[in-house]
């Protein structure tokens, strides 16, 4: 394999590009109006892609609103995170929470409509 990510799709490629820009502190690199590849600066392998939903080359089928699928990104500190989308008034579905397995985390969904799990090791 030579690379792998996710594509989130997004009526708004760039309202949801700069929300990961935001909360994650990822940068493009690529960004057109229909897809924008973010990384992240310390390891630019770490890599999301933003991909306009009704764009030619996404399937029909594939069009919809996501459902069944949580993003996980583990951070340093989730409540630094937390402080973040509260400042952007990001959609915060789940507060910063101690969990069983050892990790701290909180939901919050993107403007494309994606849950995105935020942990950290406590």
Known sequence: MQRGFTNILAEDVAQTAAFYETLLGLKPKFSSDWFVNLADPDNPD??????QRTNEIVPASARQAPAGVILTFVVDDCDTIHQRAIASNADIVEAPTDMPYGQRRMIVRDPAGTFIDISSLV
């Not at 770490?46 to 991909?51: A, H, P, Q, R």
Request: hydrophobic fraction near 65%; aromatic fraction near 0%.
């Open 46 to 51: 770490l890599e999301l892609g933003i991909l």
